[in-house]
């Protein structure tokens, strides 16, 4: 498994489709939007009060979450950890929004009698450059960008970082290609 983690509008979509493309065998890519994307209307609504069991989005790209996303989230990594498991070789695009702790939560389902090897990589971007990317995307709240620049990262652990600033997604892609062969 490639693990790409970075804040909202860094690239990691970006790289993971230039990898599909750079890597010499298949490689499935699967995002935290997608997963965003599958949960109920209800779950990604705020209910009485701003509260959420799902997952909610402040007006500043503030995100909250609560018991049921955390529940559907613990199936999906399982999900994909089991496929990697399975032979199926898998791209994660992915937000780490509690920084370590969240990497926490993979690393468990990655362990136990039949481990599974991951390349954690971290795509960092320069937060105004985030911003500007996130204007031009249209489909995010604005401030996510910002925000998620640099808490994804917090005490999260790589075994190589990539920064999409001025750099494109193709080099980048390259560099994990690499990166990957060597080891």
């Known amino acids: 498994m490639i693990f790409l983690n970075g804040g909202s509008s ?6 993971a489709r230039c990898l599909q493309a750079v890597l010499p065998d298949p490689w499935l890519t699967f995002g935290v939007d997608t997963f965003v994307d599958a949960l109920p209307a ?4 705020p209910g009485p009060e701003g509260t959420t069991s799902g997952i909610s989005f402040g007006p500043d ?3 909250v979450v609560g018991p049921a996303f955390r529940l559907l989230e613990a199936a999906w990594i399982e999900g994909l950890v ?3 498991r399975s032979g199926a070789r898998v791209i994660v695009d992915e937000v780490f929004l509690s920084g ?3 990497q926490q939560r993979w690393l468990n389902a990655l362990g136990g009698a039949q481990p599974v090897r991951a390349l954690w990589v971290g795509v960092r971007c320069e937060s105004a450059v985030a ?3 996130e204007i031009a ?3 995010r709240i604005a401030g996510m960008a910002a925000s998620q620049a640099e808490a994804a990262h917090r005490g999260v652990r790589y075994d190589l970082e990539v920064d999409t600033t001025r750099t494109e997604s193709l080099e980048c892609a390259r560099v994990v290609a690499a990166h990957l062969g060597s080891h």
């Not at 860094?10 to 790289?15: A, P, V």
């Not at 209800?42 to 609504?45: E, P, V």
């Open 10 to 15: 860094s690239g990691k979509s970006g790289l």
């Open 42 to 45: 209800a779950l990604r609504t």
């Open 61 to 63: 790209g503030e995100i």
């Open 82 to 84: 089991a496929m990697a």
């Open 100 to 102: 370590a702790t969240a």
């Open 131 to 133: 911003a500007g990317r």
């Open 137 to 139: 995307r249209g489909d």
